[in-house]
């Protein structure tokens, strides 16, 4: 009889820790680690995009009135315009780009014929009553365009002249197209307002 308690208790005994070591090294399911999704890192370009440098172009500019008003108004300039004319030939060459204004009459021809530049351009809107604007231009560098715009207003002598502003567009290989304007406004000191008003259709 004692045998079979010493039995009972020691099978019992065993059961509990079967069940106890069950327990204790049964492992639960982890789970499972979420993905990071990481940004994509830039990449060095195979084909770096080329650095643009400023180019600069030095030009020289004259801007010369050669007071080539018509005979006829008897001005004292205009008794040797054919001298001064040849002498201002001498003194045109070696610019890029020269801006003459009042070169109304055919006594101009005299300089810019002589003026040693491939390209140039005398703007002759001569009207019925009307002298031309005077304006012209010669320059080194082709000329792709030119525009002429006459003002509207004008006042005392120089409303006998079709004045303006001449747009002469040059090309020059190292930056494109660039724009050069000539004029030459009213001359009278008391047309300031007029001035401002071809200013601003100028503008």
Request: aromatic share 10%; net charge negative; glycine share 4%.
């Amino acid at each position: 009889m004692l045998q079979g308690l010493k039995f009972l208790a020691v099978s019992t005994l065993s059961l509990l820790f079967t069940i106890s070591c069950g327990r204790t090294g049964a492992t639960q399911p982890k789970p499972p680690n979420p993905v990071q999704s990481q940004a994509p890192q830039p990449q060095p370009s195979t084909n770096p995009e080329p650095i643009v440098e400023d180019k600069f172009v030095d030009l020289k500019i004259l801007s010369f009135n050669v007071w080539g008003v018509p005979k006829i108004l008897v001005y004292s300039p205009t008794k040797d315009q054919k001298e001064r004319f040849n002498n201002i030939s001498t003194v045109l060459d070696g610019y890029d780009l020269v801006n003459l204004q009042e070169t109304f009459t055919d006594d101009s021809k005299i300089f810019i014929d002589k003026a040693d530049y491939p390209h140039k351009v005398r703007f002759n809107n001569t009207s019925f009553l009307n002298i031309s604007s005077g304006l012209s231009t010669l320059s080194k560098y082709p000329i792709v365009e030119k525009k002429f715009i006459e003002f509207s207003s004008c006042t005392d002598t120089d409303c006998f002249s079709n004045k303006g502003v001449l747009l002469i567009r040059i090309n020059i290989p190292e930056i494109g197209n660039v724009d050069i304007y000539n004029t030459h406004y009213q001359a009278v000191d008391s047309a300031e307002n007029v001035r401002i008003s071809d200013n601003k259709e100028f503008a």
